[in-house]
């Protein structure tokens, strides 16, 4: 069955112009991708963003922490025949392996060619002393000729030596973007990043209706730099402190939508690249399906209230 082509109302092009810009003068529109696959029909994939790295990539995805190698296989399958293009993994998650099978596998069926996909892993503090290997160990995990973003896992011991490994892989064609992960403030940035030919593509933090850190999304701003939320939605054991939040029920119901697609969406109109996990794969086509609706200025405001200042996890 074909899927319609979608006009998404927000605009991506430019990370700094989004950031440093109101709700308000974000209203330009932007026509969603469509990308062919087998059987003559066709997607609506996810809007991308352009990094300052120069490569594109989606402002929404799949997060697979807690995903076995076999579910996480299935899922990046399943996500890709349904319009998702980034899939967020890590060697600390252990399923690596199933990433890259469930985009090897797409490839193979014909549904996207490598450069449609977009991979995100991550190098974990026990590698901090050894970067290189965990660069190339990955790589070879994946299996899918390069990593698109590669991010420093958390603060540690080196890791400003890690972010200087993360360049050089960029140098020797084993990565295409970098960044860094769990870096709360401007100071963190300056000190990991100091002396860097490269500033971060992505910063990946925490990010959520309860926790938005705006001053530092700005901050990253100025270097191009954008911020991608994971836990958009709470984190396992926290989901419900968000979408049982009144603020977003109301609102979804003026939309016909859910809690959930309320948050995913306000992230993408703050200017955030997104990446919703799953539990079961019955929830990827409703996290996936946020681009035929818009939340309104007072909407918008209504959820900034809702910022605690506080996130749930601590490292």
């Known amino acids: 069955m074909n899927m319609k082509k979608i006009i998404s109302s927000f605009l ?70 349904m319009g998702y293009r980034l899939f967020d993994t890590a060697e600390y998650y252990g399923n690596e392996k199933g990433v890259g099978e469930g ?91 100091a002396g860097a030919k490269i500033k971060p593509a992505v910063v990946q933090n925490e990010n959520h209706p309860l926790y938005q850190n705006t001053d530092f999304q700005k901050y990253v701003a100025k270097y191009g730099t954008v911020v991608e939320s994971y836990y958009p939605l709470g984190g396992r054991g926290n989901t419900q402190k968000i979408l049982g939040n009144s603020t977003l029920k109301e609102i979804a119901k003026a939309h016909g939508k859910t809690a959930a697609q309320v948050d995913l969406r306000w992230h993408i109109q703050a200017g955030y690249i997104t990446i919703p996990g799953i539990d079961s794969l019955k929830y990827l086509e409703e996290n996936f399906n946020l681009f035929d609706f818009e939340l309104t200025t007072e909407e918008m405001k209504k959820i900034g209230g809702m910022d605690t200042g506080r996130r749930f996890e601590n490292w």
Not at 127 to 132: Q, S, T
């Open 103 to 193: 985009v090897r596998r797409a490839i193979k069926d014909g549904l996207v060619k490598r450069e449609d996909v977009f991979v995100t892993t991550k190098v974990m503090p026990g590698y901090y002393r050894n970067p290189e290997k965990a660069i190339d160990e990955s790589n070879e995990t994946l299996g899918l000729g390069y990593i698109d973003l590669m991010l420093v896992h958390q603060s540690g011991p080196n890791d400003d030596g890690v972010y200087k490994a993360l360049e050089k892989g960029v140098a020797a064609g084993k990565i295409r973007s970098i960044g860094i992960s769990n870096y709360y403030t401007a100071e963190e940035f300056e000190r990991v990043t």
């Open 12 to 81: 991506v092009a430019s990370v700094t112009f989004l950031l440093g810009c109101s709700s308000e003068s974000v209203a330009a529109k932007t026509a969603e991708n469509e990308t062919q696959v087998s059987g003559g029909e066709s997607v609506t994939v996810a809007n991308t963003i352009k990094l300052n790295s120069g490569y594109s990539m989606p402002v929404l995805g799949l997060g697979t922490w807690t995903m076995s190698n076999s579910f996480a296989s299935d899922a990046v399958y399943e996500a890709i025949k």
